[in-house]
Structure formats: C-alpha cells, structure tokens
C-alpha cells in the first residue's frame, strides 16, 4: 500500500494496516513521517472479506481489505489515487543544519519528493519533529512550538516563521540540552518539563478536539488534558484487533442456488429489514432475490429462518466455537471445508521412531489429550479501532464515528497444530497449587494500565501460554521459520478449555506448503514436543530469570525473559505477558504440569 503521493515507494503492508498501525497511526518511511487517515478517507474500491461469525459480534455487513498495489505501479504513479491517504505529520519541521524550523502545510505538497530546507546553502532534508500531543479521548495533534517558545517571557511576538529547533551540548543529553527559539525576539523555552502532565494546560493550552487530517469546524468539545509524547511512542496509538477463524462447516453442503441468494446485494438489506420488523420492505427484497435467483419465496424464506436460528440459538464466544470446531466431535477423526480441513493424529503412535519409552509415553497421553492438525486455515483479523495516551481511553472507530457498515481487515490463508490438555490433569494440578501462588501477578495485573487489554492471570492461562511460546520458538528452530511467521491463539476458561493453536501468520509461501503441519505428524510431534520442553527448562539467565518475582513491563511475567521464553511481538496474542516457565517446571513449594515428564525425559536421554 502507498500513500497518494506515490511516485516514492512509501509503501506499507495490507497487514500492518490492521495491527501494529491502522487509522489514526503514525507511520515513519525512512526519515519522513506521516499519519494514516480515517477509513472515510480510503479507497472505495476494496476487496470484500466475509465472515459472517466475525461480522455478528462486530455488528457490521462485511470488512474491507485495502488494494494491493504492483511495484511497478507504485513506481509509475498509476492507481497511486487507489492507495491509502496519508498526511505529513507532525507538521512541524525542522533542518538538520541550520535547525531552521518550518510548519508544513498540505498546499506545499507539490511533488513527490520529500520536503527540503531553503534557508541554508546545505539544502538538507527537512526531518519532522519528535513530539506530538494526544489526549485519553484519541485525539492527536501537533505541539504549538511557537507557543511554546513564547510562554518561556511576556512578550507580544507571536511569529511563527522565525523558529529554531536547537540543542545546547552543555546541558547534557536530556530534554533539558533541547530548546526551541524564536529568531525575531529571542524569547526561548527548553523541553525539560514538556512531557510533564499539565505541561501544556499551563500555558493555556487545551486540546484541540481533532485529529490532523480534520478541519476545524469538524473538531468536537474535548475536556481531556493533553499530553505531549514522542510520535513513536506506545502510548501514541493502541491498536485495537479481533479475529476469528473461518470454521464454517456449511458452504460444501449448500446448493448452488443457496449461495447466489447468500451473495444476493440484497441479502444483507433483508436481514436489517427482517431485524427492524419492516414487512414492506421484507416484501420488496424477497421478490428481487425471487426474480434475479429464478428460485421460489419459500427458498429464501426457509434460508433466512435456517441462518437465523443459527445466529440466535449460540450465545457462545468465537473461541468457544473455535474450540468446539478444532477438538472435532467423538469418534470424527477428521472434518473438511474449502476454508478448514483438520484431523487428528494418534497420540500413542507419536513415539513410533522408538524415541517414546513406555513409561513417558503413558505420562504424555495422560496429560495431553490431543493433537490436530489443520491442513487448511483461514483466519480474518479486522482492526476495529484504536486508543491513545491511555489503553482504556476512549476507543475511536477506524471511521472515527461510533458505527460503520464494514471495518478495514485482512484474511490469512494457512496450516496450524493444535493442541488441547487434558482438563481432568490440569484440575488435579490447579488444586494441588498453593492458594497464593498468583496473587503477586494478580495484583499486577489489576493495577496496571494494561488491565483491559490482557486476560486475567489464572495458573491455567500461564501454563497454556508459556507452552504456545516454547513450542513457537521451537519450530522455528527445527523448521527454519523466521521469528514473526507463526503466531498462537490461546484457547483457555475454566469451564473446561485448555489449548492452544500455532497457525502461519503470514500469506506467503513461508510455512504455508505444509511445512508447519509436517512437524505435527505422528513421526515428528513427539521431537518437536520433547525439546520444546528440555530447552524450557533451562535459561541463560537462571537463576535470576526462574527465581524472578516479577520482570517484563509492569512486572506481569515471572520466570520468562528474551533468552527463554518471549516471542515476536506480533506472535503473541498477549503482548509477550503472563508467561512463567514454573507453571511447567514448577518451584520451591509446587510442582509444574510438565516437571515429571520433563525430568523422565531428561534421565532418558542421559
């Protein structure tokens, strides 16, 4: 994807559009800066993604994914008006050379080069300043410098052209070496105390109610205190996604005919009018799907009545559902669909190399329960909002209004291994725990700024994500699998789930040929199985790392670190959080879920 100014290659993948960046994110190409504007702002032609499980718990008709662009396109300019908008921003710049500051306006956009200081004889590349501000309503904005530099003495000059972005070398290496001056009266102010809370309230400033990209007769009232941060900042922009597995096992079994009314562009408008009790309409809508279909009323009629109760009946979550799907009924060995194909493999004939001794063998199938492999996935992630300065802030749309007929989103083709624990095993081993074995990370947990972003730590939850993590950084291992290209999805209540799937996170070649799947066959599963937890249990950081009482970002993950048990940010469905290796391992004063095996492996293999 590129912005419109496209003769550059300022191009960016439809999936970072999702998650880490979206609508409302700044987003850096080299040494120039911009903000992706809201979805209002996108192309119109866009390919329609469909999920019908995703879309119910969303309340939208469908989600869109942002055209994909050729290089040599992007290179040309042709279809550069189909790509996404985006904006320079901040718009405050300044030169490398002589700090001659400059406020960018959209009219100077008249070519595709990027923007270069005039001033001076070096002609830099104007580079954009590394402050912003935003509030917990989502708003973003740039920081008035020439404001700022003003406040610092009472005086009446409120130039804006005369600014200088400088540093003093006497004053150290903090905020405090920085300072933005004015060239006309010299008044001048430093940074020290910018990203003080009431830094700008205290010069009167307030938030601006909008964002970049908006007038300002669309600006809205906002109370919030604005807060000045670096542009890439984590709290500059919480992207906010939801996904969901493409599970349905009904589209093989449907006539032809079913799908052409399914696929009807009146469908989805029978629907709304069936829910808003509009009989006329439901009338008008019927006899079109009727005449275009060639079909008879009581076909769409009794496909309507079937969907429905289908859609009412289940109250069930998307990973409920997903569980349900992936462990496959009793006595099914297998399932099949165009979008999901999995089967389960036989767990005592996973040793059949002779690697499994009797003894472990019998201790592994008593505390996994099973093994599936799906040889075909596919998974839809939609970005469904965003968040700033706070992770509970107000949550802005990708449109930025409340409400949106369809959200931008993604669809990823692919293979994954899932595996499920056996709940009667984890239960006695929940019980057998010390009651305050958690409530060191619980209490973390519950005042952390995170808190609405992260599931609630329960030794249950520890031990299925620290497992996806170690089977991850295994497989990429034995496979050659580059760090971001799997990624997990944790199945975890405790009314009865305990699993977890690893799928391919990307939609090219890489680990999408079966390559992923191979490693959960009877023949190799147990390999990929038993390293995964002889190299848990040991970390180049031990002892710190495994006597821990808290490490990572607020302290929420435990016996984990970089060396042992983190993966790539974009693997982790939980911000590479909550993990401890004692959950497995165990500790002085309880036992892990996998310690014996562990060990009976280990005394094995020496």
């Not at 006329?280 to 429905?308: A, F, N, P, R």
Request: proline share 3%; hydrophobic share 35%.
């Amino acid at each position: 994807m590129t912005g419109k100014k496209g003769g550059l290659n300022r191009s960016i993948r439809s999936s970072q559009l999702i998650s880490p960046y979206g609508a409302g994110a700044i987003y850096d190409f080299g040494d120039e800066s911009f903000v992706i504007k809201s979805t209002e702002h996108w192309p119109k032609k866009s390919t329609e993604i469909r999920l019908t499980r995703l879309e119910q718990k969303l309340g939208v008709r469908s989600f869109k994914k942002p055209l994909e662009i050729d290089e040599k396109d992007i290179r040309s300019g042709k279809n550069r008006f189909n790509s996404i908008e985006m904006m320079r921003f901040p718009s405050w710049l300044f030169c490398p050379s002589c700090r001659k500051m400059l406020q960018w306006r959209y009219e100077m956009e008249k070519t595709d080069e990027p923007p270069y200081c005039n001033v001076c004889a070096h002609r830099s590349r104007l580079a954009p300043m590394r402050f912003v501000t935003v509030c917990s309503d989502g708003h973003l904005a740039d920081v008035p410098w020439d404001i700022w530099a003003h406040s610092a003495r009472t005086t009446d000059c409120r130039s804006k052209d005369s600014m200088f972005f400088t540093s003093t070398h006497s004053a150290g290496g903090g905020l405090a070496s920085l300072s933005v001056r004015c060239g006309q009266c010299d008044a001048e102010r430093d940074l020290s105390d910018i990203k003080s809370p009431n830094a700008l309230r205290s010069i009167g400033l307030s938030c601006l109610g909008k964002h970049p990209w908006q007038r300002r007769e669309n600006a809205e009232s906002c109370e919030q205190a604005p807060i000045v941060v670096q542009r890439g900042a984590s709290n500059a922009y919480f992207s906010e996604v939801e996904m969901a597995l493409d599970i349905s096992m009904d589209n093989e079994e449907m006539s032809e005919l079913q799908l052409r009314i399914l696929s009807h562009p009146d469908w989805d408008r029978l629907v709304r009018a069936h829910q808003e009790g509009k009989a006329s309409k439901i009338s008008i809508y019927t006899e079109d799907i009727v005449e275009d279909e060639s079909c008879e009323v009581h076909d769409v009629e009794g496909l309507y009545l079937t969907s429905s109760q289908d859609s009412s009946s289940s109250e069930k979550t998307l990973k409920e559902e997903e569980w349900e799907a992936l462990m496959l009924s009793d006595g099914v060995s297998a399932t099949r669909s165009r979008t999901f194909v999995a089967r389960s493999i036989g767990l005592s004939e996973s040793g059949g190399d002779g690697s499994f001794s009797s003894q472990s063998s019998e201790l592994f199938l008593s505390l996994v329960s099973r093994v599936v492999l799906i040889d075909r996935l596919r998974v839809v992630k939609a970005n469904v909002g965003f968040r700033r300065d706070k992770s509970d802030g107000r949550r802005l749309a990708p449109n930025l209004r409340e409400s949106s007929s369809w959200l931008p989103a993604v669809e990823v083709f692919g293979e994954g291994i899932f595996i499920s624990l056996d709940e009667s095993a984890v239960c006695a081993w929940e019980k057998a725990l010390p009651n305050d074995v958690m409530s060191r990370m619980i209490k973390a947990h519950a005042g952390s700024y995170l808190v609405d972003r992260l599931s609630v730590p329960t030794p249950r939850f520890l031990l299925v994500h620290t497992l996806a993590h170690l089977l991850i950084r295994q497989l990429c291992f034995e496979c050659g699998y580059s760090a971001s290209s799997l990624a997990e999805r944790l199945y975890v209540s405790e009314g009865g789930m305990a699993g977890l799937l690893i799928y391919t996170a990307s939609g090219d070649s890489e680990g999408a040929l079966g390559g992923l799947v191979r490693q959960g066959e009877s023949d190799r599963f147990w390999p990929v199985f038993q390293n995964s937890l002889l190299r848990g249990q040991w970390c180049s950081a031990d002892p710190v790392c495994r006597e821990s009482a808290g490490q990572g970002v607020e302290g929420l993950n435990k016996a984990a670190c970089h060396a042992c048990a983190l993966a790539s940010e974009t693997s982790c469905e939980s911000m590479n959080l909550l993990l401890d290796r004692n959950m497995l391992f165990g500790s002085a004063g309880y036992s892990g879920y996998f310690e014996k095996l562990a060990q009976l492996i280990e005394a094995e293999i020496l």
